[in-house]
């Protein structure tokens, strides 16, 4: 890899059509400046509406939320596991990864961020290998996170592209599909794959919309646990827009309540559909104890026309959140959210009383179920009781 400093990176958007510039990225006296290309700007598509508006003329981030860079491009940079191999790596290179500009890291990412947005110049690594063996990565995952061992590095980073989260991921393209795959961590249980695999069933049997899902076998592990891309068709990326990134919302930092997400929905889809959606998405976060329910765990996409959806349901598993709290509150409570937070939430959705109350007792009759879904998925007896008790702590 060579890192040159890069003062000035050009943004490209390929949906359906033709890849188009979008616009400028420019770095001078320590501020980013952004301006769009007048023949973007004729499409009309906004991209980040809340803070980064379709007009003509420069643009500045005021807040320091993403270092000065707007929510619509931080949404395209690693973090966690991703960040961590780079920074690894340039220190391997004998870069002080501190000494990159966001614009700099844009360019690491170059074509192979999530969602349709691109960068050039694009800074060439290491070319993504053809791996099939799922054990043999999950070695090399374990053999960098204990050991240290920079060995497989390289590989490692190809294979991760620009994902984000804190869980170690590749992402591949098997049987012409493109998956995100995760793999066990120091802190996870041994049978975290199971688990979500047992959640991604619960959470399909009670209505959220999900991607497609499997437990990948492993002779050395209860299984890994892959999702289908859904910012990728077999023939085009789709545009993806993290909650986080489009109200400019720190995930790092317990600072949400789904109130502020009911609002931004139905500002950006226009959809009571939609709303009930994500409403049906936060009981389920609340009653299936799922507390890891920051801003980056949200998200939007928007199709070929420029009409906004929530994406499917993605991260969903047992997590006990920031000292037993839920990263985004319910109607101001995070610690024992229980149905009359759900009911004041529904009412912001503009949704009444009684509807509301038959989506809740679908997810209550659904994740009733978990000893069903943790069995189907091989989870271990533990893990099964363990969370069985947590499940029925929230539902008094």
Same mark, same amino acid.
């Given at each position: 890899?060579?890192?040159?400093?890069?003062?000035?990176?050009?943004?490209?958007?390929?949906?359906?059509?033709?890849?188009?510039?979008?616009?400028?990225?420019?770095?001078?006296?320590?501020?980013? =400046?952004?301006?769009?290309?007048?023949?973007?700007?004729? *499409?009309?598509?906004?991209?980040? #509406?809340?803070?980064?508006?379709? !007009? #003509?003329?420069?643009?500045?981030?005021?807040?320091?939320?993403?270092?000065?860079?707007?929510?619509? =491009?931080?949404?395209?940079?690693?973090?966690?596991?991703?960040?961590?191999?780079?920074?690894?790596?340039?220190?391997?290179?004998?870069?002080?990864?501190?000494?990159?500009?966001?614009?700099?890291?844009?360019?690491?990412?170059?074509k192979n961020g999530m969602g349709a947005l691109s960068y050039i110049p694009e800074i060439k690594g290491v070319?993504?290998?053809?791996?099939?063996?799922? /054990?043999?990565?999950?070695?090399?995952?374990?053999?960098?996170?204990?050991? /240290?061992?920079?060995?497989?590095?390289?590989?490692?980073?190809?294979?991760?592209?620009?994902?984000?989260?804190?869980?170690?991921?590749?992402?591949?393209?098997?049987?012409?599909?493109?998956?995100?795959?995760?793999?066990?961590?120091?802190?996870?249980?041994?049978?975290?794959?199971?688990?979500?695999?047992?959640?991604?069933?619960?959470?399909?049997?009670?209505?959220?919309?999900?991607?497609?899902?499997?437990?990948?076998?492993?002779?050395?592990?209860?299984?890994?646990?892959?999702? *289908?891309? =859904?910012?990728?068709?077999?023939? %085009?990326?789709?545009?993806?827009?993290?909650?986080?990134?489009?109200? %400019?919302?720190?995930?790092?930092?317990?600072?949400?309540?789904?109130?502020? $997400? $009911?609002?931004a929905t139905a500002l950006l889809t226009k959809s009571q559909e939609q709303l009930e959606s994500q409403f049906?998405?936060?009981?389920?976060?609340?009653?299936?104890?799922?507390?890891?329910?920051?801003?980056?765990?949200?998200?939007?996409?928007?199709?070929?026309?420029?009409?906004?959806?929530?994406?499917?349901?993605? /991260?969903?598993?047992?997590?006990?959140?920031?000292?037993?709290?839920?990263? *985004?509150?319910?109607?101001?409570?995070?610690?024992?959210?229980?149905?009359? %937070?759900?009911?004041?939430?529904?009412?912001?959705?503009?949704?009444?009383?009684?509807?509301?109350?038959?989506? $809740?007792?679908?997810?209550?009759?659904?994740?009733?179920?978990? !000893?069903?879904?943790? !069995?189907?998925?091989?989870?271990?007896?533990?893990?099964?009781?363990?969370?069985?008790?947590?499940?029925?702590?929230?539902? $008094?």
């Amino acid at each position: 890899m060579n890192f040159k400093a890069q003062p000035i990176v050009h943004v490209y958007f390929k949906g359906k059509s033709e890849k188009i510039l979008v616009g400028r990225l420019a770095l001078k006296n320590h501020k980013i =400046f952004f301006e769009y290309s007048p023949e973007f700007i004729k *499409t009309g598509f906004e991209l980040s #509406p809340f803070k980064l508006p379709l !007009k #003509p003329g420069l643009q500045t981030n005021s807040d320091l939320v993403f270092d000065g860079l707007f929510g619509l =491009f931080n949404d395209s940079l690693p973090d966690g596991w991703g960040r961590l191999l780079l920074d690894r790596k340039l220190r391997g290179l004998e870069i002080n990864p501190n000494s990159l500009s966001p614009l700099d890291r844009l360019c690491y990412v170059g074509k192979n961020g999530m969602g349709a947005l691109s960068y050039i110049p694009e800074i060439k690594g290491v070319s993504p290998l053809e791996r099939e063996n799922l /054990d043999d990565i999950a070695e090399e995952v374990y053999a960098f996170q204990e050991h /240290d061992d920079d060995q497989f590095i390289d590989e490692l980073l190809a294979m991760n592209n620009s994902s984000a989260g804190a869980r170690p991921k590749i992402l591949i393209r098997k049987n012409k599909e493109n998956w995100i795959i995760k793999f066990w961590s120091s802190t996870d249980p041994k049978d975290i794959g199971p688990i979500e695999y047992a959640y991604h069933l619960m959470a399909k049997h009670a209505g959220l919309h999900v991607p497609k899902a499997k437990l990948f076998a492993s002779k050395k592990r209860p299984g890994y646990f892959g999702v *289908t891309r =859904f910012d990728r068709t077999s023939d %085009h990326p789709i545009h993806m827009h993290t909650l986080s990134g489009l109200i %400019h919302a720190d995930h790092r930092l317990p600072s949400l309540d789904y109130a502020t $997400i $009911i609002k931004a929905t139905a500002l950006l889809t226009k959809s009571q559909e939609q709303l009930e959606s994500q409403f049906r998405a936060a009981v389920f976060n609340v009653f299936a104890h799922n507390r890891d329910d920051h801003a980056k765990n949200f998200s939007f996409l928007m199709n070929e026309y420029g009409t906004w959806s929530i994406s499917p349901a993605y /991260d969903l598993t047992f997590s006990s959140g920031p000292s037993g709290e839920h990263c *985004t509150t319910i109607m101001g409570e995070g610690k024992n959210p229980k149905r009359p %937070h759900l009911i004041k939430l529904a009412a912001i959705a503009s949704i009444n009383e009684k509807k509301a109350s038959a989506i $809740i007792e679908e997810v209550i009759s659904s994740v009733s179920l978990w !000893k069903h879904f943790a !069995k189907e998925a091989h989870v271990s007896t533990s893990s099964t009781k363990m969370i069985q008790a947590a499940l029925q702590s929230v539902a $008094i």
